[in-house]
């Protein structure tokens, strides 16, 4: 808890040309639960429900579906898996 997390692809824009831009989310974890325990760690497996600093009118209406937290990486700094490649990616809005 206390971990800074990015949520990507974050919020999903377009410019006056009509391309689609794409803004990371950045929070801080505040709670974890698991049913109704509450957890001080996360481990792999099972459902987890996190607390988050985001605006609760982000996530209404889930508009956050879809969408993947992780640590906070140094921006500007591609994190790639052993053997991928850097490819860039186009932000496709949501219909």
């Not at 990015?6 to 831009?21: H, M």
């Not at 974890?29 to 600093?53: M, R």
Request: proline share 9%; glycine share 12%; hydrophobic share 35%.
């Amino acid at each position: 808890m206390g971990q800074e997390i990015e949520i990507r692809p974050g919020i999903v824009t377009k410019d006056a040309e009509g391309r689609a831009a794409c803004v990371p989310i950045y929070s801080r974890i505040v709670s974890l639960f698991a049913e109704q325990n509450e957890l001080q760690y996360a481990v792999p497996g099972g459902l987890i429900g996190v607390g988050t600093t985001v605006d609760p009118t982000l996530t209404r209406a889930d508009r956050l579906v879809g969408q993947v937290g992780d640590r906070e990486r140094e921006r500007g700094v591609p994190r790639l898996t052993p053997g991928a490649r850097a490819r860039p990616r186009r932000c496709r809005p949501r219909p």
